[in-house]
């Protein structure tokens, strides 16, 4: 069975604060690139604008199945799980509390229903080397920071991403994984550099009043010996 692919994210440099969306649907032998624009908004509702966005151009020939590839668990999650109880709900979470990007999840749910074939929603990790995963990351990225981008449409033929480039690049993944055990390691300490002067924090907190709101460097050390070297590169 012939597959349509969707890619999508999204991206806010502040979270709340400038966004961008994006998604490369493949259906067929064409390929079409969107994205978009936000002033102000959030990480999870231009990840939600993303699938949206993608689901509404996907052309799909019959008896083709889609598949929706997104490093958003809130995505995948909500359309798959959550959503069943909130609309059920009256559009209230569990705590009787109205859903969170509420408008967005149910543009979500009409795309779907409108969609009318069945949809594999797929997770793929963020920034381990999938190459459609890696272009919209881009397209949101840039469009967030104001930047031009070039949105392709045409044959696939044509497109310079090895979209059929499904697996992960294991290098990647190995880094990612390990970045990800370090954040969650307890810290020895935290070192900040502002104006030149080099402090040592016991606390992220103590650490992120410092730095916050001013061009700073500042790291976490998780042994003795380590907050000596953060403190020498500092100092230089």
């Known amino acids: 069975m012939e597959k349509v692919l969707i890619f999508s994210d999204g991206a806010s440099k502040g979270n709340p604060g400038p966004g961008g969306w994006a998604a490369v649907v493949v259906a067929g032998e064409r390929v079409t690139e969107l994205g978009g624009f936000e002033k102000h908004t959030t990480n999870n509702r231009m990840e939600l604008r993303g699938a949206i966005e993608?689901?509404?151009?996907?052309h799909v020939p019959g008896g083709a199945q889609t598949v929706v590839y997104t490093d958003s668990s809130y995505v995948i999650n909500g359309i798959t799980k959550w959503i069943h109880g909130w609309k059920k709900g009256g559009w209230k979470t569990k705590d009787k509390k109205p859903?969170?990007?509420q408008d967005l999840w149910q543009s979500l749910d009409a795309a779907v229903a409108a969609h009318g074939r069945e949809i594999e929603w797929q997770y793929v990790g963020g920034h381990v080397g999938v190459a459609g995963n890696e272009r919209v990351d881009v397209i949101a990225s840039d469009l967030a920071e104001g930047k031009k981008v070039a949105l392709y449409r045409g044959a696939l033929s044509g497109y310079s991403v090895d979209i059929s480039n499904l697996g992960a690049d294991s290098g990647l993944q190995k880094s990612k994984s390990a970045s990800s055990a370090r954040s969650k390691a307890k810290a020895y300490s935290y070192i900040s550099r502002v104006d030149g002067k080099v402090l040592v924090h016991k606390t992220w907190k103590e650490c992120e009043?410092?730095?916050?709101g001013k061009t700073a460097r500042f790291k976490k050390a998780l042994t003795p010996q380590e907050e000596k070297d953060i403190v020498a590169d500092f100092s230089k």
């Open 54 to 58: 993608g689901l509404r151009d996907a």
């Open 209 to 212: 009043e410092r730095v916050r």
């Open 99 to 101: 859903v969170v990007n």
